[in-house]
């Protein structure tokens, strides 16, 4: 028998991975039910267009067509696309799930085919014919919300979809008793999040039960199931989600989509499954955008560095819709707006834009990103104009670790921290002193070192409910079979972070059971119970936490079993470890967890009033968030003659509380710093005037490929949460919060000489050129 | 308006009518019924399709089944033998060179490629060895050590054999 913990905090390689290594995993497009059919749609060309006339005769005509359906035909049969999001006087158009009347981004869907393989459906897509009257297009946030601009939905008369503002402290007068005022406007440009797999819809209608099974690649099957009935005007209890092997999301598939009802309702009305695959060209087009904010940022500061207010002005690019979190993404950017210092006096407003492009929604950080970008832009902008170090204004304005849990001017408590040590511990590894006297050297050879600092805190494990729309609990039931082996039912939905092997080196270290007898089940609403799913960096902290809240329910129902099989009357003398059960004053009277499991189930000696069976189910409701944090820094080399930029090191340090497997953690820390490479470098959603997305494909949209990559060097510290019993804040944010800030602020600290104070992202090597020529 | 096609996929024959517009990845899918080889573009730039044509790394979603008449395919599906994991795929395992597991077929079979041709690759020549291929997931770092850690592999059971 093991001797107490051994899975915990250790590297293990994950026990999902074997059938995704051997090509036998499922994900939707793997799917095939018999009698499937094919669905594909047709796509709005035009930003902003009235749709006068949709000719499908001829498609409907075509070889293998099934059926055709346009916006008039589902109209009254499946409702709005829905937004979970509720701020004060939010503008909610009206969101059909196949364009009526008036198309407003392009990649709008306007009719969908149905056919007996997916090259007749796309083939009879092609013969459609709609009469557009194109209308003129607003892609501009700051155009749209000017007078005379087009607009956008005519009923709201505006282009303005919320204002919503947040203030704490007295921020007028942190102005006035500012040494200097140091401001800068910042963009947050629109990126694509590009999960590898595309999404993808198949549906299936069992008319005799009256039941509609969806298989789609979400983050949130429960949630979903919840939308999609609502939509369909189903039974919730008739409606089967599962979301199989789900490619990558980043917050793409933390959504409720158009198709997801639309396939639904197609398996319905015409009696066959039906397959949709989303191209990759409709990935850009129509699965949501993330970022998409212009910010004017005001510091107020003492001549020290001591920052004693901050004064953000902030316009969201919504999109042209609310998808589900639309709203509340800017949200998470005016809470976090404070970031890792003490700084008492904030005042945050945000305009949403509505535009005539994809909606804007959650993408790996939601909101966070954008404030640690800002905040941290800030620091160095501010250690600029008083001539400091940029360490010392963070420094400077650092809580002190006695004074958490610390409270922060946009009402939030911090949980626990120590951004000092993160700090010097990055610099300690990365040599910073002698970095910076090479900086030196360097550029008495015309050569451009440049060192960028990030420190960041982030807001995870969200949340508690009352945080978020729709609960912010999770939910976990341990099933303890007869033989003993252990089903794990996990409201969370992971896809890619690993939680099939987190959980159970929780349930084996709780249980004192093998990796191997413990399966971790997720993804289907018809065997899950009710789960909010994989997002905001929750799953370990808040589902973890659930999981193991339903083993020490367990644990007490076995332990009083236990005792009674060994006639014992005070359980209090029963202990657990091992897996085993034994008397403390007579550790030779015992008996196995098996055992026990076994003797639940047959049930022929229980203590009184106990039921048989040994499973427990428990929700968790976090008491508040966990904020993880930590440091970064980025060395490169600007080339002043091309403005390409050459990483020489990047070094992370993190802290996400009680680590559950550093493998993994270093997985979500490096996936998360090269996402935010992509930002910083070279990813951008470009419209141009005319609303067409001009980076459509992955020709003209980078992502970073294995080239682009530097060696990362991670370090860690662990600060355990005390809002959860495992002691776990989240990791699966981090990097991209942290390190969009660090490269920027690299780049720019590298052609600092030449007179540039800030560049907006991407800094592809023209535009860095160019500043250097033009400065 | 259909033509027959033989080929050979992991050592086992198939004969099948197709259609000359049919694309490779979707015979191995969807005709074959292989799917461990993905699709995640359909032109040529993530590389999730990624298999092994007559012994060349070759991007499946390229190439009309057609074309691959006559020709010899390895899939992920047909890597490991006898149940033993390759290298390869056990250094991915052991490294946690994947997550969501989307791009890993193709990606391993790019290494596989890149083994064969050079079979010691500094970190760069990994890098450069799997550009053709996107991961949005992993940051690329545990994926350069899967495949450094599968160079030693076969470097060490090279060794064995030649004593
Ligand atoms: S699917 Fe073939 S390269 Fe992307
Ligand atoms: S593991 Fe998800 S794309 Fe590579």
């Known amino acids: ?775 | 308006m259909g033509r027959t096609i033989e080929v050979t996929i992991n050592g086992t024959r198939y004969r099948h009518e197709v259609e000359p517009r049919l694309l490779l990845v979707h015979y191995l899918r969807d005709v074959v019924g292989l799917t461990g080889t993905h699709i995640g573009c359909e032109t040529s730039l993530c590389g999730a399709c990624t298999v092994l044509l007559n012994g060349a790394a070759v991007k499946s979603c390229t190439l009309f089944a057609v074309q691959a008449d006559g020709a010899e395919i390895m899939t992920i599906e047909g890597l490991a033998e006898d149940g033993q994991l390759h290298p390869i795929q056990e250094g991915f395992w052991q490294k946690h060179g994947l997550q969501c597991g989307y791009c890993t077929p193709g990606m391993i079979l790019a290494a596989y490629q890149l083994l064969s041709r050079s079979p010691d690759p500094s970190e760069e020549e990994i890098r450069r060895g799997i550009e053709g291929n996107l991961c949005r997931c992993t940051g690329y770092q545990h994926i350069v050590e899967a495949i450094r850690y599968a160079a030693e592999k076969q470097r060490v059971a090279r060794g064995a054999r030649s004593e």
């Open chain 1, 1 to 775: 028998m093991p001797k107490g913990k051994k899975f915990v905090g250790e590297p293990i390689p994950r026990v999902e991975d074997h059938r995704l290594i051997t090509g036998r995993s499922q994900y939707v497009d793997d799917i095939v039910r018999p009698r499937m059919a094919y669905a594909a749609i047709l796509r709005s060309i035009y930003a902003h267009a009235r749709v006068k006339a949709v000719h499908v005769e001829n498609a409907r005509r075509a070889p293998g067509v099934i059926a055709v359906f346009t916006g008039e035909d589902v109209r009254e049969a499946i409702g709005p696309v829905p937004v979970a999001s509720r701020l004060p006087d939010l503008k909610v158009p009206k969101h059909p799930v196949l364009a009526v009347e008036k198309v407003h981004y392009v990649g709008e869907p306007i009719a969908v085919v149905v056919a007996e393989d997916r090259y007749l459906a796309r083939d009879a897509v092609d013969l459609i014919e709609v009469e557009y009257e194109p209308l003129e297009a607003v892609v501009d946030p700051e155009r749209a919300i000017a007078e005379g601009a087009p607009i956008i939905h005519e009923e709201f008369g505006t282009n303005v979809a919320f204002v919503w503002q947040l203030s704490g402290g007295d921020i007028e007068r942190a102005f006035r008793e500012a040494d200097l005022v140091v401001s800068q406007r910042m963009v947050n440009q629109r990126l694509i999040p590009v999960a590898m797999e595309p999404r993808g819809v198949v549906a299936e209608y069992l008319p005799g039960e009256g039941q509609l099974t969806v298989w789609t690649s979400t983050q949130i099957p429960h949630l979903l199931r919840t939308q999609l009935a609502a939509m369909l005007r189903l039974a919730e209890n008739r409606v089967r989600v599962i979301a199989p092997e789900v490619g990558g999301g980043f917050g793409s598939k933390l959504n409720v989509y158009a198709e997801e009802a639309l396939v639904g309702y197609l398996a319905m009305r015409l009696g066959r499954p039906i397959k949709w695959i989303e191209t990759r060209r409709e990935n850009f087009l129509s699965t949501i955008h993330g970022r998409g904010q212009i910010a004017e940022v005001e510091a107020a500061v003492k001549r020290d560095g001591t920052v004693l207010g901050l004064r953000y002005k902030i316009i969201q690019d919504v999109g042209a819709y609310h998808q589900l979190l639309t709203p509340a993404i800017p949200t998470l950017t005016g809470l976090m707006a404070t970031g890792p210092y003490k700084i008492p006096n904030l005042h945050v407003q945000v305009i949403g834009a509505f535009t005539n492009k994809m909606a804007t929604d959650a993408y790996r950080g939601a909101g966070r990103p954008e404030a640690t970008y800002l905040l941290e832009r800030m620091m160095d902008r501010i250690a600029g104009e008083l001539g400091l170090d940029p360490v010392e204004v963070r420094m400077r304005n650092f809580p002190q670790p006695e004074e958490f849990p610390f409270p922060t001017a946009s009402g939030l408590a911090y949980d626990s921290g120590n951004y000092q040590q993160a700090l010097r511990r990055a610099l300690e590894i990365v040599g910073y002193e002698g970095l910076r006297q090479e900086q030196q050297q360097l550029r008495q050879q015309g050569r451009y070192l440049g060192i960028g600092i990030s420190t960041y805190v982030e807001i995870c494990a969200l949340g508690p409910s009352p945080a978020l729309p729709a609960g912010g609990w999770e939910s976990a039931t341990v099933r303890v079979e007869p033989t003993g082996k252990i089903t794990v039912l996990t409201g969370a939905s992971p896809h890619g972070q690993g939680q099939e092997t987190s959980f159970a080196q929780i349930v084996a270290d709780e249980l004192g059971v093998e990796l191997a007898d413990v399966r971790v089940v997720h993804g289907d609403t018809a065997i899950v119970q009710y789960g909010i799913g994989t997002f905001g960096s929750r799953a370990t902290a808040v589902g973890g936490t659930a999981v193991y809240g339903a083993l020490q329910k367990v644990k007490e129902k076995a332990t009083r079993l236990a005792a009674h099989l060994l006639g014992e009357e005070n359980v209090a003398n029963v202990a657990f470890e091992d897996g085993c059960f034994f008397l403390k004053d007579n550790p030779e009277r015992r008996v196995t967890f098996q055992e026990v499991a076994l003797a639940a189930y047959l049930a022929k000696s229980l203590p009184p009033g106990m039921e048989p069976g040994l499973e427990a189910t428990y929700f968790f409701e976090p008491s508040n968030f966990t904020f993880p944090f930590g440091a970064h820094i980025a060395v490169v080399e600007v080339d002043p003659e091309t403005g390409d930029v050459q990483f020489r090191r990047y070094v992370a340090v993190d802290d996400c509380g009680r680590v559950i497997n550093p493998l993994l953690v270093d997985g979500q820390v490096h996936g998360g710093i090269v996402q935010s490479l992509g930002q910083a470098l070279l990813e951008e959603a470009v419209y141009d005037e005319n609303g067409q997305l001009v980076t459509g494909e992955l020709t003209e949209y980078a992502i970073p490929k294995a080239t682009d990559v530097p060696w990362l060097e991670t370090d860690r510290m662990e600060t355990p949460s005390p809002v959860n019993p495992l002691g776990v804040k989240g990791v699966g944010e981090a990097g991209t919060i942290a390190a969009t800030p660090a490269i920027v602020n690299a780049v720019l600290d590298a052609v600092a000489p030449f007179g540039v104070r800030h560049l907006d992202m991407p800094l592809k090597p023209e535009k860095i050129w160019r500043a250097i020529r033009g400065a």
